[in-house]
């Protein structure tokens, strides 16, 4: 068990809806990591934050947002959905915001249908 | 998006072997680290290196980071079944544009007969 903790485990959705995941990151940690696994493109960083503030952008499309609040705990959301977004969404978290050891949550299965 | 050449894609050993895999990448990296993930589960972290040249071990596994900060290998000696799963090189360049990012190779899928 890393700490991590993320729900819901899975999430069955339409396309177009709109939908959040959420994460809690370990006690302590005030660096929040998104990525998204899928088959074809393997795990790709999408956003990380640092207590609160926004700290780096990978490859996250225009239709995704996230936020990190006062707690520390931090939503993804996912809007516009297309089938193409179906895949594993992972959290991640680390105690400071440039270094590399991150400890990763469950993740999140999202199928769009 | 950017990703790491990890090598091999899979493996399929006799339990009790050595197992080595590896990941290259065109740009410097600061950080090496190496996770392994089982199915449905997230990547759980194995080994961190930071500084080129280091060699860490953890149990079976021993990691080193290449010395022009451009590779990195992962040994697991004397494999024993629970070791199956995919193991994933991930590393993060250097540079401010870069921090808190973090790059994963493709995976290698491990499988040992027992």
């Known amino acids: 068990d890393s700490g991590v903790t993320q729900t819901p485990k899975h999430l069955i959705t339409a396309t177009g809806q709109r939908v959040t995941l959420r994460c809690s990151p370990r006690?302590?940690?005030?660096?929040v990591y998104w990525y998204q696994q899928s088959l074809d493109q393997g795990l790709q960083f999408l956003i990380q934050y640092y207590n609160g503030e926004e700290r780096a952008k990978g490859n996250i499309l225009e239709r995704f947002s996230a936020q990190q609040f006062p707690d520390l705990h931090s939503e993804l959301n996912l809007s516009s959905l297309e089938l193409g977004d179906s895949a594993l969404y992972f959290c991640a978290s680390s105690v400071e915001q440039s270094i590399g050891e991150q400890y990763f949550g469950p993740g999140t299965r999202l199928t769009v249908t | 998006g950017q990703q790491l050449n990890q090598s091999p894609q899979s493996m399929f050993i006799q339990e009790g072997e050595d197992v080595s895999m590896n990941c290259t990448s065109s740009?410097?990296?600061?950080?090496w680290l190496w996770y392994k993930q089982d199915p449905g589960e997230g990547p759980v972290l194995l080994i961190a290196?930071?500084?080129?040249?280091e060699l860490t071990s953890n149990g079976r596994l021993t990691a080193q980071f290449g010395i022009t900060r451009k590779d990195s290998f992962l040994n697991i000696s004397a494999s024993i079944p629970s070791d199956v799963g995919i193991y994933f090189c991930a590393g993060q360049g250097i540079g401010s544009s870069n921090t808190g990012k973090l790059i994963f190779g493709q995976g290698t899928t491990l499988q040992v007969k027992p």
């Open positions: 290196l930071y500084k080129a040249g």
């Open positions: 740009s410097i990296f600061n950080t």
């Open positions: 006690s302590g940690d005030l660096s």
